[in-house]
């Protein structure tokens, strides 16, 4: 007798224990269809959500000029700073570059006696370049560390050195050399379309404080900017006018503080 009232209470609990499974597994399911049918939803949502920031870089790199531009310049390095402005994928980009190319033409302007002299030659050997540089882009690839921003924009460049100005006379010996008259400035100015590649590495991200935010915070990122890049310009005053484009690389550290959504 003991032994049916136990079998019929150990029945009882099994049907009990299996209900509570099967409901408990019932909504697990449920649960977990309701989370994998609406993550692609908030997560949409979650990019649709306005999100700018600011930020800087600084860095240094090179460039060599093509077409007519190398039969009087030769290649460089050079030092870069801008700052960086975001709105979701959306990126402008300003940089003010310095760079101190070689003169491959001692007398770029062509100025010569009737005896086929030179009446100016370059007082300076590295003439200052001294550019700036705008461009929009917008990040077409980001996965893990890395993102990839595509930029075009515009680059004004200004260049000056000094020319010595060239005239002979005779020595004691009756001998015609050249002498420095004089010594004057001289600058080119261009204008030309630009543009270049971001290859953003993230090295570190933090919070900082940012009243300016929705919840007074923001993410600061550093990374390790690759910016290949190439740069068209025209130097119309030169004798002959000579163009072409500079084609260089730059290695930068940037910063960039993301508001928080």
């Keep these: 007798m003991a032994t049916d009232v136990n079998r019929q209470f150990i029945g009882l609990m099994s049907v009990i224990i299996v209900n509570l499974m099967s409901k408990m597994m019932k909504r697990t399911i449920l649960i977990l269809l309701t989370i994998l049918t609406l993550s692609p939803a908030i997560m949409r949502a979650q990019e ?3 999100s700018w920031g600011f930020g800087f870089h600084v860095g240094v790199g090179g460039m060599v000029p093509t077409g007519s531009l190398a039969d009087d310049l030769k290649g460089c ?3 870069v700073s801008g700052l960086d402005v975001g709105y979701n994928r959306l990126k402008l980009k300003l940089v003010a570059s310095y760079a101190q190319p070689s003169f491959k033409n001692k ?3 062509a100025v010569y006696d009737e005896q086929g002299r030179d ?3 370059n007082a300076t050997a590295n003439p200052s370049l001294l550019g ?3 461009q ?3 990040t077409v690839w980001q996965q893990g560390r890395v993102s ?3 930029m075009v924009g515009f680059t004004a460049s200004y260049l000056s050195w000094d020319i010595n100005h060239i005239k002979y006379e005779k020595d004691e010996e009756d001998i015609e050399r050249p002498l420095i008259e004089d010594v004057t400035g001289s600058k080119e100015n261009t204008f030309g379309w630009s543009a270049s590649v971001d290859v953003d590495v993230k090295l570190h991200g933090t919070l900082v404080d940012f009243p300016a935010g929705p919840d007074g915070q923001a993410r600061y990122t550093s990374s390790l900017r690759i910016s290949p890049f190439v740069t068209y310009g025209k130097l119309s005053k030169l004798n002959p006018s000579v163009k072409g ?3 260089g690389l730059t290695v930068s550290y940037a910063g960039f503080l993301r508001v928080l959504r």
Excluded: D, E
């Design 77 to 79: 390095a050079m030092f």
């Design 48 to 50: 649709n959500i306005p």
């Design 148 to 150: 990839v921003t595509p």
């Design 136 to 138: 929009l882009g917008y």
């Design 107 to 109: 007398n770029p302007y």
């Design 119 to 121: 009446l100016q030659l």
């Design 245 to 247: 484009c500079c084609v």
């Design 132 to 134: 700036f540089t705008a």
